[in-house]
Antibody, heavy 117, light 109 residues
């Protein structure tokens, strides 16, 4: 059974860079697609982007200018960096696995990131 | 923008049937997936590719997709089905690769 666990940055100041890491166990990041998805308090789900092993990435156009998703295959981890954050970026951030059928089959538990000074 | 429209809420009595719709022009040409999310928890996939159930999901959950509307049907509703439900499509022809619906709160009366 694949399990995903997000790191816990907690509080990030406005204009700074949000950094999150997802540790994958029970499967290798060398297969499948590895996503970041977020959910603002009381709101719906928003796809941020995904990476495929070997560096291929795809990002939500609305966030593309601020997002970088990268991998560390030696640690079986992948990471999210979101720059120039504002209060609107406060959300629960999920890491998740998907395949080429287009659906997410495994999710992390999610981590709340609050942007505040 | 790419929007999948769901009703904000659906109320249903135990034992009855709940239907949750997901609308977009010509959604029938896409594969639609459905997630259940309970408070404080990550979403769980309940239907993929319009009507397939992952292992462990009860047969009470079923899906259909045609024309401009996809539908998730929950038969013989139980108290434990109370949750938010989201539809989702993957549009490889668009920049918005993974698009989620607006979400529906299912309340069991």
């Amino acid at each position: 059974q694949v399990q995903l666990q997000e790191s816990d940055p907690g509080l990030v100041k406005p204009s700074e860079t949000l950094s999150l890491t997802c540790t994958v166990s029970g499967g290798s990041i060398r297969s499948y697609l590895w996503n970041w998805i977020r959910q603002s308090p009381g709101e719906g789900l928003e796809w941020i982007g995904y990476m495929q092993y070997s560096g291929s990435t795809n990002y939500n156009p609305s966030l593309k200018s601020r997002v970088t998703i990268s991998e560390d295959a030696s640690k079986n981890q992948f990471s999210l960096k979101l720059s120039s954050v504002a209060a609107a970026d406060t959300a629960v951030y999920y890491c998740a696995r998907s395949g080429w059928s287009g659906y997410v089959d495994f999710w992390g538990q999610g981590t709340l990131v609050t942007v505040s000074s | 923008s790419y929007v999948l429209t769901q009703p904000p809420s659906v109320s249903v009595a135990p034992g009855q049937t709940a239907k949750i719709t997901c609308g977009r022009n010509n959604i029938g040409s896409k594969s639609v997936h459905w997630y259940q999310q309970k408070p404080g928890q990550a979403p769980v996939l309940v239907v993929h590719d319009d009507s397939d159930r992952p292992s462990g999901i009860p047969e009470r959950f079923s899906g259909s997709n045609s024309g401009n509307t996809a539908t998730l049907t929950i038969s013989r509703v139980e108290a434990g089905d109370e949750a938010d439900y989201y539809c989702q499509v993957w549009d490889s022809s668009s920049d918005h690769l993974y698009v989620f619906g607006t979400g529906t709160k299912v309340t069991v009366l």
